[in-house]
């Protein structure tokens, strides 16, 4: 079975510009989650989809960023215009079921912005 | 709200030490629990999970956690440290009905020859 899969692994872009992350969860799972990690802090939670919708998004830090799941497969996190401090680690986590659930990981997609 | 303390942010234990890394929990109701390791360049494994069974829980590479509601902890342990033990290592909780983890800061272990 395939894990979590993110792409891009790396991203460095200007401040202004837009960028585009993707997440492929594993096949089957209902529920997706992204989470970001700033440099030298923790890692927190942004949101998360059930299948197309959006369960829970109180962790987006602003409306800059914009998550889709279109047909409740893969989702993207777009970054526009992107700032200084959107730099970090962007994971992304499926998991089949609610609750005690075990969330599986993607590696991250690592985002420096200049 | 919930919060996830680590205490220490690095750790270093010599080859075949005990490694003991900590992990405080505040939360108005008993929480799931969850250690995740990130090893150099990959995403976040599941170590080992507590969900209100056992409270001594075991889980891969050797690793296990004891749950201690008194002490509102759920510190990691293993009896022997390995070299490729050398990694990030963060705890997290999770309400009972909730969705979202809520992260510690990490403890990076480093194994010493």
């Known amino acids: 079975e395939a894990g979590v899969t993110q792409f891009p692994s790396h991203s460095v872009i200007e401040k202004g510009q837009t960028v585009t992350l993707r997440c492929d969860p594993i096949?089957?799972?209902?529920?997706l989650y992204w989470y970001r990690r700033v440099m030298g802090k923790e890692i927190k939670f942004l949101l998360h989809?059930?299948?197309?919708?959006?369960?829970?998004e109180s962790g987006m830090p602003n409306n800059r960023f914009l998550a889709e799941r279109t047909g409740g497969t893969y989702s993207t996190l777009k970054v526009q215009p992107a700032e200084l401090e959107d730099s970090g680690v962007y994971f992304c986590?499926?998991?089949?079921?609610?609750?005690?659930?075990?969330?599986?990981f993607g590696p991250g997609t690592r985002l420096l912005v200049l | 709200a919930q919060s996830v303390t680590q205490l220490g942010s690095h750790v270093s234990v010599s080859e075949g030490a005990l490694v003991l890394l900590r992990c405080n929990y505040s939360s108005s109701v008993p929480p799931y629990l969850f250690w995740y390791v990130q090893y150099p360049n990959q995403g976040l494994q599941l170590l080992l999970k507590y969900t209100s069974a056992a409270t001594l829980v075991k889980g891969i590479n050797g690793f296990e956690a004891e749950f201690k509601k008194s002490e509102t902890s759920f510190h990691l342990t293993k009896p022997s440290a390995h070299m490729s033990d050398a990694a990030e290592y963060f705890c997290?909780?999770?309400?009972?009905?909730?969705?979202?983890?809520?992260f510690g800061p990490g403890t990076r272990l480093s194994v010493l020859p």
């Open positions: 986590a499926s998991s089949r079921g609610q609750n005690q659930e075990t969330q599986y």
């Open positions: 997290a909780v999770r309400l009972l009905y909730g969705q979202n983890f809520v």
């Open positions: 989809f059930v299948k197309e919708s959006k369960q829970d």
């Open positions: 096949s089957g799972h209902d529920n």
